[in-house]
């Protein structure tokens, strides 16, 4: 099983990153996938949740109409389109599988600076 996340990086208060999270190893429609969030100093923090079908998803109250999730079942892979990025949003970004077993990625950092 691997969770391979990309996208991460340097960007200036204001400015959008989409980050990647490619899959392999499982059944990855049958899984729900987050994308987790940890700041230094802080507790690790769900952002965004989207349902094995991509019918549904949820965000963190921090992030709403800011981010969006989503997912592709035939690449298996799934996204996290940030925009409006501010320097709070600045963390490592982690992808998660959600199922009958609780896959993790190595996580990607973000850093909101000008």
């Known amino acids: 099983v691997q969770l391979v996340e990309s996208g991460g990086g340097l960007v200036q208060p204001g400015g959008s990153l989409r980050l990647s999270c490619a899959a392999s190893?499982?059944?990855?429609?049958?899984?729900?996938m987050r994308w987790y969030r940890q700041a230094p100093g802080k507790e690790r923090e769900l952002v965004a949740h989207?349902?094995?079908?991509?019918?549904?998803?949820v965000y963190a109250d921090s992030v709403k109409g800011r981010f969006a999730i989503s997912r592709d079942n035939v690449k298996n892979m799934v996204y996290l389109q940030m925009n409006s990025l501010k320097p709070e949003d600045t963390a490592v970004y982690t992808c998660?599988?959600?199922?009958?077993?609780?896959?993790w990625g190595q996580g990607t950092q973000v850093t909101v600076s000008s």
């Open positions: 998660n599988a959600w199922g009958v077993y609780n896959y």
């Open positions: 190893g499982f059944t990855f429609s049958s899984y729900g």
């Open positions: 989207i349902t094995g079908t991509g019918g549904t998803t």
